[in-house]
């Protein structure tokens, strides 16, 4: 949601004079660029649990960061007050980067984008803003919720559901004169279950999160995720884990997309690659996978997780190619890294909160679709695993090794899918994995979850994928 | 570098009254304030510098059996009234939960008036200032003179180290005339090398060390322990899938005790997603094991007086014998269950050594004889209901107890009542991690996929 200019400057009580006269306090010792991230923040957390809404409540953050950078180097510091005397001190903490040093690296001396904010293409409206919604017409939502789950399947012995909502007002200024401000809403609803059968216990979790206001909750989406939770129960309680070893390994479609925030999103990320530290640091312009596959970050997505109007450092958001056709074809850069590599900025820095600066993060990261049919994919594998559920994932930068693990899937004996399995590990090495994809569906899928991001910060991301084969990858196993 | 002040204190007094006037039945104040100065090198120059200064307060509405829990950065007075009077009406929104109420005054902690009653507070961090943390940060990097090094069959690419100091003051107040605080001060420092093969291969490795005082901290050997890892990682070799005695380094061995820990609170067990529910008073687990609650060593991380309830934390053990002596119970979770009241967690723990004291790293490689030593996990997870659990590991193959060569992109999977069952030692090699005294662990017989 994009308000009016006023709005974000009675928030934060300051104006472009003001602004201006923290920055220059900021660069006192020297250094060649400053930005001010304010923020104003309130969640909102319910929780319905024994099938009752008994637990919840809110709570705010406020403050400003200070960024100075002196060439590649950053001073960093922030206030949680937008009075003078506390922002000034921040600014003077920040100054320190500068303080008897010379500027290494080129500086950030071009604006991103000059023009004001324009609500005509907000990317993430909020119809009803959570701020002005009351808990008491949230509750019903969870109870409806909890009603429709437990007519779907009376093995539920616990169940525990969250309607969690965020609104976030930020403004953002820069020593380039940039001004830049929006609101951004995140709502999300999650769902986890235990089930019980005989004596055996089983959980999942099921969420569903965007970045819009409390219009997403609809009957239709409690449907969905009731239907979601219960769905492939059953398979779960069957399910066995695989005799483990190295063997293809079919990637169902949606959420499988954490193969490439793991196996590439994070090594492309370019301040790795800026200190040499990625494994595909020096590989612009090769092949990394076979042709035909195009790999994309978007902060272009209205309503998505990802979805940025401009960054966290007052750089457009927009949709980036990393591989083309099968060839590295961008980094993820922030202002640092794209002055290095003297490229634009591409629009990818983000921060958890004002207490953070922006580094190089992923947004929206998915595979486009090519021309196989799913049940083709399948069909080509005579021994090895499909998965289409996952909790988490990992990735060694330098070594390029990443892993994801995986909650449900089934073995494929002979291209068919014959014993449910769960709970296993699967491990790979990112540039081998991608030259190993040789199969691409036709049935590109957007994950709808809460995705979440660490890097000694956290923020909130989006993955799709269509089905994807990959000849070899070490899965866990008994 | 400030902690609470008595002003912050009245406020958090007047909260109380506040909630009280309007219609709180009781209520408990959390004041957080924390200020962190960090300092990050790469290659041996200052790269960032950092000023963090965070305070919050957070408060927890009982009202006639309803229960809320709000917190907000803007302390001050005017703001505050009008939080405090929103946190007493959102909570009445909300259904009654006969469960919720504070601890009753007598489990309280009464020792912790002070915040320093256990020593971990060191007056240095209040004198340390800009150029002592560049000073302390540069000291530590070994950039130059490893990159000066010629002839090494490996480059190195990159030193990235950070510094830092913590002052965290925590108070906690209630209703029923509780007053506990906690003041600690911390000091760390990690590193993180990076080196490549002649082949352009890269390999990293990760080294840290942290305490409560200044004088503590070895920062000097977190770089060349750090570069030796990740050289001693080139060239990985081949194993296969099967099993494997496997030998856990002692400053990844949390990750195979925190599920055992995760599974004995309360929140998992209500939920029934414990694999160590209706385990209590029973021995579940290997004769070899027993973990005891440290709380209240003085002078070490970790130690704690009080929990988040404000209720005093005794030592003692929690698994005992492989008896499991105690769940984490917090006042909710003992009226959900129906158990007597605990503590809400396992603070400071230690794992005793087995099958006898003194065992290092070294001497449980030989009692293995052959296996994987894991020195680092890669993702991975565990099902919290059953127990199994499934991680990316790299680490070493060894033979008659001698490393061999190293290993990677493995797959350890198993789980946990099963792995614990085969134990074969516990060191006496603690490694202080987060609080957690952490030894080198020893497992007869696990599933590794390669």
Same mark, same amino acid.
């Given at each position: ?121 907000? /990317? ?119 005799? @483990? ?29 800026? +200190? ?14 076979? /042709?035909?596959?195009?790999?994309? !970050? ?97 990735? +060694? ?24 399995? #769960? ?30 991001? $660490? ?24 | ?8 204190? @009245? ?53 006639? $059996? ?131 093969? +002649? ?5 990293? @490795? ?75 008073? #029973?021995?579940?687990?290997?004769? $070899? ?72 790293? !070294? ?63 516990? @060191? ?18 696990? !599933?590794?996929?390669?």
């Amino acid at each position: 949601m994009i308000l009016d200019r006023q709005y974000y400057l009675n928030i934060f009580c300051t104006d472009e004079r003001g602004m201006e006269e923290l920055i220059a306090t900021a660069l006192r010792h020297g250094g060649n660029y400053c930005d001010l991230f304010f923020e104003s923040s309130s969640n909102t957390d319910l929780v319905l649990q024994d099938g009752e809404v008994s637990s919840g409540g809110f709570s705010e953050d406020y403050g400003v960061g200070i960024r100075v950078l002196n060439g590649e180097k950053t001073g960093y510091a922030y206030a949680e007050s937008t009075e003078w005397d506390a922002m000034k001190k921040s600014a003077e903490a920040a100054s320190a980067i500068a303080s008897g040093s010379v500027p290494s690296g080129p500086a950030i001396s071009s604006p991103a984008y000059r023009g004001r904010p324009n609500p005509a293409a907000d /990317r993430y409206p909020m119809e009803i803003d959570w701020r002005k919604k009351s808990i008491s017409d949230l509750i019903p939502y969870l109870t409806r919720l909890e009603s429709l789950v437990r007519a779907k399947d009376s093995r539920i012995d616990k169940l525990q559901a969250v309607i969690s909502s965020e609104v976030r007002d930020i403004l953002m200024y820069n020593s380039l004169g940039e001004l830049k401000y929006d609101t951004r809403p995140t709502g999300a609803i999650i769902l986890s279950a235990t089930f019980s059968q005989g004596n055996v216990t089983e959980n999942k979790y099921v969420s569903r999160s965007l970045m819009a206001g409390a219009e997403m909750i609809s009957d239709a989406l409690l449907e969905e995720m009731a239907e979601d939770i219960v769905n492939g129960i059953d398979e779960r309680f069957a399910a066995r884990r695989p005799k @483990g070893g190295r063997m293809p390994v079919v990637m169902g479609a949606g959420s499988s997309g954490i193969l490439l925030h793991e196996a590439m999103g994070h090594a492309f990320e370019a301040d790795f690659n800026r +200190k040499g530290q990625s494994v595909f640091s020096g590989r612009m312009g090769q092949r990394i996978c076979p /042709r035909g596959i195009n790999v994309i !970050d978007d902060g272009t997505i209205r309503g998505n997780r990802g979805a940025v109007n401009f960054d966290d450092e007052l750089v457009p958001g927009q949709k980036t190619y990393m591989v083309e056709d099968g060839v590295l074809s961008s980094y993820l850069h922030d202002r640092i890294s794209a002055a290095y590599y003297g490229v634009k900025p591409t629009g990818n820095g983000r921060r958890e909160s004002f207490r953070y600066h922006p580094l190089p993060r992923m947004r929206a990261t998915y595979m486009e679709g090519c021309d196989a049919r799913p049940e083709d994919i399948i069909a080509s594998v005579r021994k090895g695993i499909f998965v289409d559920e996952f909790s988490n994932g990992q990735v +060694k930068i330098g070594e390029g090794d990443f892993t994801f693990y995986v909650k449900s899937g089934f073995l494929i004996e002979n291209g068919r899918l014959t014993m449910p399995i #769960k709970d296993i590990n699967v491990i790979g090495n990112g540039p081998q994995a991608l030259a190993d994809i040789s199969m691409v569906g036709n049935d590109f899928k957007m994950d709808k979850g809460a995705s979440v991001c $660490g890097k000694g910060q956290e923020v909130q991301v989006s993955l799709g994928i269509p089905t994807v084969l990959i000849n070899n990858l070490t899965v866990g196993g008994e | 570098m400030e902690k609470i002040t008595e002003q912050e204190i @009245g406020l958090g007094r007047e909260c109380l009254s506040l909630a009280l006037s309007k219609g709180a039945s009781a209520a408990r104040i959390i004041i957080d304030k924390n200020t962190t100065n960090s300092i990050e090198t790469l290659n041996g120059e200052i790269d960032k510098v950092s000023h963090c200064m965070d305070k919050s307060l957070s408060i927890s509405i009982f009202a006639d $059996g309803r229960y809320g829990s709000f917190s907000t950065n803007r302390i001050d007075g005017d703001h505050l009234s009008e939080f405090v009077e929103n946190a007493v009406k959102t909570t009445a929104m909300l259904a009654v939960d006969r469960c919720r109420m504070l601890p009753s005054p007598e489990r309280c902690c009464k020792e912790a008036a002070d915040g320093d009653e256990l020593g971990l507070y060191d007056l240095m961090i209040e004198a340390m200032n800009s150029d002592m943390r560049r000073s302390v940060s540069l000291k530590a990097s070994i950039f130059a003179e490893t990159k000066n090094h010629k002839e090494l069959p490996w480059e190195l690419i990159s030193e990235e180290g950070e510094y830092s100091d913590t002052l965290s003051d925590f108070l906690l107040i209630d209703s029923n005339g509780t007053f506990c605080r906690h003041t600690e001060s911390s000091f760390d420092y990690s590193v993180e090398m990076t080196v490549a093969d +002649k082949d352009g291969n890269r390999y990293s @490795g990760f080294d840290w060390d942290g305490c409560c005082r200044l004088d503590d901290l070895d920062i000097m050997n977190c770089g060349r322990n750090a570069l030796g890892m990740a050289v001693a990682g080139i060239g990985p070799g081949n194993v296969e899938s099967g099993k494997y005695n496997v030998v856990i380094d002692a400053r990844n061995s949390r990750k195979l005790l925190n599920p055992l820990i995760r599974a004995l609170r309360g929140e998992e067990l209500h939920q029934n997603n414990s694999f160590l529910k209706d385990s209590l008073g #029973k021995s579940v687990l290997p004769q $070899g094991l027993t973990l005891v609650e440290c709380s209240r060593k003085c002078g070490e991380a970790g130690a704690r007086l009080f929990d988040h309830e404000g209720v005093d934390i005794p030592a003692g053990p929690v698994i005992e014998n492989g008896v499991v002596k105690k769940y984490f119970l917090n006042t909710r979770m003992s009226g959900k269950l129906g158990l007597p009241p605990t503590v809400d967690g396992l603070y400071h723990p230690q794992l005793l050594p087995f099958p006898e004291k003194g065992l290092d790293r !070294d001497a449980i490689l030989a009692l293995c004889g052959d296996g994987i030593y894991v020195t680092g996990f890669n993702g991975g997870n565990y099902n919290h209901a059953t127990g199994n659990f499934s991680y990316g590991i790299e680490g070493f193959a060894f033979r008659n107890g001698k490393i061999t060569h190293p290993v990677r992109e493995m797959v350890f999977t198993g789980n946990f009542l099963r792995l614990w069952s085969g134990l074969l030692a516990v @060191g006496s090699d603690n490694f202080p991690e987060h609080g957690k005294m952490m030894p080198t662990l020893a497992f007869a017989q696990a !599933d590794l996929s390669a």
